[in-house]
């Protein structure tokens, strides 16, 4: 008896060509290297351009994929897009994405978790190609976090930075087991009691403005390695799996405290974790497709390997996804 999976095609990613330093950073706010790093794991960050928008980084990451996967955008009928920064309020910047492609079939539109919005937007993905109404899904994680930044708020500013990740994924017939290829499982959550904690200070309904990223710091540090392992055991339970079964852990790339915290706590080896914070700072739902496309390309993630992603974002939103490559 077989099942359907929902495999991963090709993986691909976009960074502007700007890279911001700490040195530079520091040169602007009260901050220093050692600081940053010291605290965040963080040295430089990419930024978009002037004029360069989400849309732009999202095509360029998703035709990276598509080429990756080989195969033409005009197989694609779903397009998700996660981001907390799109063009406008409205079309969704999915739409635009689309036409970029030169598609004008199936659906396209954006979800909006923050930072986990990747790990949710392949979920819901996953459901949709299972209900039958779609083939082939290009799932994209995009922000522009730097047009949301108080740049003269240093325990905010020197977090966050812009890129772009995405994958194809399509149904595959697979034997019905952990070694099947795909995903395997996913798991959600969210508690609005938290939105507080992590939020942007303005919007259409209650400001009229875009607003600001504002972030309580040690909350969101407290709470960050209890939700994640929380969503993290519920794969395992689903699955039958171990810590030990893992190849490689490719969380949210937030600030590797979290990470090597949450590593430790779920007893998996710092050899099987990637990290690009160092590089990218917290680029939010780009972070996790664009950590997984670094693996990919250098060749440390290899067919077969099991990977398991997780993510916490504002709101609070947090979930986990089990695949095999």
Known sequence: MTVKRSVILGCGSYLPARILSNDELAKSVDTTDEWIVQRTGIRERHIAAPGELTSDLATHAARSALAHAHVEADTIDLIILATATPDQTFPATAVTVQNNLGISQGVAFDLQAVCSGFVFALSVADSMLKAGAHKRALVIGAETFSRILDWTDRTTCVLFGDGAGAVVMELQDQPGTNADRGLLTAHLRSDGKHRSKLYVDGGPSSTQTVGHLRMEGREVFKHAVAMITDVIEDAFAATGTTAADIDWFVPHQ???????????????????????????????????????????????????????????????????ALLRW
């Open 254 to 320: 937030a600030n590797k405290r979290i990470i090597d915290g949450s590593a430790h706590k779920l007893g998996i080896s710092p050899e099987k974790v990637v990290l690009t914070v160092d590089r990218h700072g917290n680029t939010s739902a780009a972070s996790i497709p664009l950590a997984l496309a670094d693996a990919i390309a250098d060749r440390r993630i290899k067919r077969g390997n099991l990977i398991l992603l997780e993510a916490m974002g504002g709101g609070f939103t947090w979930g986990s």
